[in-house]
């Protein structure tokens, strides 16, 4: 395997571990409810806490710009770290709801730096032609990590206190590998200098705002599904039957969903996965009154599907956002997106069950349709900021972002190797004009010296020695011939004035 491809691996890795807190609470609060003698709006709160200590974090970061100013994976390590602290502390100690809502809301606060700064980790190790599909893997780890306490909840005779443990276990994991073990890739942009105005600027440029607003309208219906499916399948308090099926629902469907969205979209488009996914998942909360009273297989047949539509579009608009907002604060542009639409699910969360009061649970989940029919031409307007299709990545596509501009017909050129720099093979890099290497060339490889890596020595000796191995021979026969050191040129002779010195050429160079 190589470098890239572990990189990418063991960041879906840490966030599938550090996320497995976000809901822990919510899958024991019918043992909550019980123990505490919590009221509906108790448990709703306890829940929707996670969100809004996410969402003012997420705040906090952005205006701070931490997410690009920060070396991310200590960034990231840190907040896994912190929230598993809280989730232990709550599991170890705690025995009533207001010290709970305190630590829940601590636990979002310190998910704000392990979400988004892991999205900003990932795409350091991608390129363009890509970067849907590795960004479709980590909403992938993110709905596994999600979903992760129904399965230890479904385990029998468990109590509460042992899946939030096992939970913080997780985290703890997630915070020591990313401390580690974790490093950000060679696309990883050096940090900008601080910028508190960019949140706002962000929002008056009209494709990202058009972006967050099909966010939102995703984010509305998402994490309201995540909480309240289990309680719409057994009409109240789930219990293990409930719990595994919302598990394979949003944690494995919707990793298959985010995966083949992500593939999807470097293949097709941006704006018509979107468009697609919302359009799925809408359709499925207006006919959930009808589906969800059926027979079991049909059921979680259709919930698997629900599950996969509802996220399949979480890590195109992310890459989205991306491609849209300036390169130097990508990870204040993404906690800026995060923030808002976080802030959002704490009322599409609240909204479910006082609806579910009204018409019952089997018919609750209608009002999620209210995300995706008005994110929808938000996104379809997207169409004139991003492409409707990309071009096919071939196995030889370059890693760069685009091609130089071609040499002059008159001058001859050379055709440089191949070098490649990820896991795929790479195309002939562009024409050089034929010639010696140049003094920055010579310099650059005079820095790298004898490095670990001697990316820079071996581009200079090969840029030198094609040049020089396709350079038409001289008219007259060279007075000395070009050694791999720099070797400057000699000044011309006058008369009464000695030829200049030759410099000895220094290790290395």
Same mark, same amino acid.
Request: a positive charge; glycine letters at 10%.
């Given at each position: 395997?190589?470098?890239?491809r572990?990189?990418?691996?063991?960041?879906?890795?840490?966030?599938?571990?550090g996320?497995?807190v976000?809901?822990?609470?919510s =899958?024991?609060?019918?043992?909550?409810?019980?123990?505490?003698?919590l009221?509906?709006?108790? $448990?709703?709160?306890?829940?929707?806490?996670?969100?809004?200590?996410?969402?003012?974090? !997420?705040? #906090?970061?952005?205006v701070?710009?931490?997410?690009?100013?920060?070396?991310?994976?200590?960034?990231?390590?840190?907040?896994a770290?912190?929230a !598993?602290?809280?989730?232990?502390?709550? *599991?170890?100690?705690?025995?009533?709801?207001?010290?709970?809502?305190?630590?829940?809301t601590?636990?979002?606060?310190?998910?704000?730096?392990?979400?988004?700064v892991?999205?900003? %980790?990932?795409?350091?190790?991608?390129?363009?032609?890509?970067?849907a599909?590795?960004?479709?893997?980590?909403v992938?780890?993110?709905?596994?990590?999600?979903?992760?306490?129904h399965?230890?909840?479904?385990?029998?005779?468990?109590?509460?206190?042992?899946?939030?443990?096992g939970?913080a276990?997780?985290?703890?994991?997630?915070?020591?590998l990313?401390?580690?073990?974790?490093?950000?890739?060679?696309?990883?942009a050096?940090?900008?200098?601080?910028?508190t105005?960019?949140?706002?600027?962000?929002?008056?440029e009209?494709g990202p705002?058009? @972006?967050?607003?099909?966010y939102l309208?995703?984010m509305?219906?998402?994490?309201?599904?995540?909480?309240?499916? $289990?309680? =719409?399948?057994?009409?109240?308090?789930?219990?293990? *039957?409930?719990?595994?099926?919302?598990?394979?629902?949003a944690?494995?469907?919707g990793?298959?969903?985010c995966?083949l969205g992500?593939? *999807? *979209?470097?293949?097709?488009?941006?704006?018509?996965? %979107?468009a697609?996914?919302?359009?799925?998942?809408?359709?499925?909360?207006?006919?959930?009154?009808?589906?969800?009273g059926?027979?079991?297989?049909?059921?979680s047949?259709?919930c698997?599907?629900?599950?996969?539509?509802a #996220?399949?579009?979480?890590?195109?608009?992310? +890459?989205?956002?991306?491609?849209?907002?300036?390169?130097?604060?990508?990870?204040?542009?993404?906690?800026?997106?995060?923030a808002?639409?976080?802030?959002? +699910?704490? =009322?599409?969360?609240?909204?479910?069950?006082?609806?579910?009061?009204?018409?019952?649970?089997q018919? =609750?989940?209608?009002?999620?349709?209210v995300?995706?029919?008005?994110?929808?031409?938000? @996104?379809?307007?997207?169409?004139?900021?991003?492409?409707?299709?990309?071009?096919?990545?071939?196995?030889?596509?370059?890693f760069?972002?685009?091609?130089?501009?071609?040499?002059?017909?008159?001058?001859?050129? @050379?055709e440089?190797?191949? %070098?490649?720099?990820?896991?795929?093979?790479?195309?002939?890099?562009?024409?050089?004009?034929?010639?010696?290497?140049?003094?920055?060339l010579?310099?650059?490889? &005079?820095?790298?010296?004898p490095?670990?890596?001697?990316?820079?020595?071996?581009?200079?000796?090969?840029?030198?020695?094609?040049s020089?191995?396709?350079?038409?021979?001289p !008219?007259?026969?060279?007075?000395?011939?070009?050694?791999?050191?720099a +070797?400057? +040129?000699?000044?011309?002779?006058s008369?009464?004035t000695?030829?200049?010195?030759?410099r &000895?050429?220094?290790?290395?160079?």
């Open positions: 395997m190589t470098a890239g572990r990189a990418r691996a063991l960041v879906a890795l840490v966030q599938v571990l996320l497995a976000w809901f822990s609470a =899958a024991v609060l019918p043992e909550l409810r019980a123990e505490w003698d009221s509906a709006t108790a $448990g709703v709160w306890l829940t929707t806490s996670v969100q809004l200590g996410f969402a003012a974090g !997420a705040v #906090v970061s952005a701070l710009t931490l997410a690009d100013r920060v070396p991310p994976q200590r960034l990231l390590a840190g907040g770290a912190a !598993a602290s809280c989730t232990l502390l709550l *599991a170890a100690v705690v025995d009533g709801p207001v010290a709970a809502l305190v630590l829940r601590l636990t979002g606060v310190c998910l704000a730096l392990v979400y988004p892991g999205m900003k %980790i990932m795409t350091s190790w991608s390129d363009r032609s890509r970067r599909r590795d960004l479709g893997v980590l992938g780890a993110l709905t596994v990590g999600s979903a992760l306490p399965l230890i909840g479904g385990l029998p005779g468990l109590p509460w206190r042992g899946v939030l443990a939970a276990l997780c985290g703890f994991v997630a915070a020591a990313a401390r580690w073990c974790l490093r950000p890739g060679p696309a990883l050096p940090a900008p200098p601080p910028d105005g960019y949140a706002l600027r962000l929002l008056r009209p705002r058009l @972006v967050v607003l099909g309208g995703h509305w219906e998402l994490y309201a599904l995540w909480t309240w499916l $289990g309680a =719409a399948l057994a009409g109240g308090d789930p219990g293990p *039957a409930e719990h595994l099926l919302v598990f394979v629902a944690g494995l469907g990793a298959a969903g995966v992500g593939r *999807a *979209a470097d293949r097709y488009g941006r704006v018509p996965v %979107i697609t996914s919302l359009l799925v998942s809408g359709v499925c909360c207006a006919v959930s009154p009808v589906v969800l059926a027979a079991p297989l049909l059921v047949a259709f698997v599907l629900w599950g996969a539509a #996220v399949a579009d979480s890590a195109v608009l992310t +890459t989205a956002t991306i491609e849209v907002a300036d390169p130097r604060y990508t990870g204040t542009a993404l906690t800026v997106q995060t808002l639409g976080f802030l959002l +699910t704490v =009322a599409g969360i609240a909204t479910v069950p006082v609806v579910a009061a009204a018409v019952g649970w018919t =609750a989940l209608v009002v999620l349709a995300g995706p029919a008005l994110g929808l031409p938000a @996104v379809l307007a997207l169409r004139r900021y991003l492409p409707t299709a990309l071009p096919t990545p071939s196995p030889s596509a370059p760069l972002p685009a091609a130089p501009a071609a040499a002059p017909a008159d001058e001859p050129t @050379v440089l190797p191949r %070098i490649a720099m990820d896991d795929r093979p790479t195309a002939p890099l562009f024409r050089a004009v034929d010639g010696p290497p140049t003094v920055e010579y310099r650059l490889r &005079r820095v790298a010296g490095g670990p890596s001697g990316f820079a020595d071996r581009l200079a000796r090969v840029l030198s020695d094609r020089r191995a396709a350079a038409p021979p !008219a007259a026969p060279p007075t000395a011939a070009l050694s791999n050191a +070797t400057p +040129t000699a000044a011309p002779r008369s009464g000695a030829p200049a010195p030759r &000895r050429a220094r290790p290395g160079g």
